[in-house]
């Protein structure tokens, strides 16, 4: 039986147009914000208002009513570009 990979999220941030995450498994990884049309024209205090949401599976920016999986962004998903 083949088990699917997850990837946990402890703490999420924005960081010079970068959003940045923290894993459960102690790796870090980044994606510019510019990848992401919501994120991409959003303020820093919104940008900076994340929420880690799903057991650690989510991420939400409430200000810009945003939602992407921890997975996805693994994935190279980071939402539409606009």
Known sequence: MKTELQFIAKKAW?????????LE????IRFPVYKNARLK??????????????????LHWPDLDEDLSVQGIMEGRFGNAG
């Open 25 to 28: 498994d102690e790796r870090e």
């Open 41 to 58: 024209n959003a303020s820093v205090s919104a940008l900076s208002n994340i929420e880690i949401i799903c057991n650690g599976t989510g």
């Open 14 to 22: 924005h960081e010079n147009g970068m959003i940045c995450i923290s």
